[in-house]
């Protein structure tokens, strides 16, 4: 079983970047697709970016593309979340989850689910 911690979020301006780390242990990350959602307050959970099972592909939510980047670093067993041009609307806590079947864009087919980490981006 993995475990999954986030890191890096807080407080930005609008155009503004962060960085979100997801450290995992007790597995190795290659076992498992990664993905990231976010969560707004009093909004349901919503998919972001994830990796495909080649570990090589990644998908992007339309609201995100072009400004956020999803990588990792699989020596580090870690996860990163680049987030570029960041707008008030990207305010949310920032999960990362881990899977081993089912769908990137799926959030039920995701097992394994870090604390979050907050982003709350100012006008």
């Known amino acids: 079983q993995v475990q999954l911690v986030e890191s890096g979020g807080g407080l930005v301006q609008t155009g503004g970047s962060l960085r979100l780390s997801c450290a995992a242990s007790g597995r190795t990350l290659s076992t498992y697709a990664m993905g990231w959602f976010r969560q707004a307050l009093g909004k349901e959970r919503e998919f972001v970016a994830g990796?495909?099972?080649?570990?090589?592909?990644?998908y992007y939510s339309d609201s995100v593309k072009g400004r956020f980047n999803i990588s990792s670093d699989n020596a580090k067993n870690t996860v990163f979340l680049q987030m570029n041009s960041l707008k008030p609307e990207d305010t949310a806590v920032y999960y990362c989850a881990a899977r081993r079947t089912g769908s990137v864009w799926s959030r039920g087919d995701y097992g394994y689910w870090g604390q979050g980490t907050q982003v709350t981006v100012s006008s």
């Open positions: 990796f495909g099972w080649s570990g090589i592909n990644t």
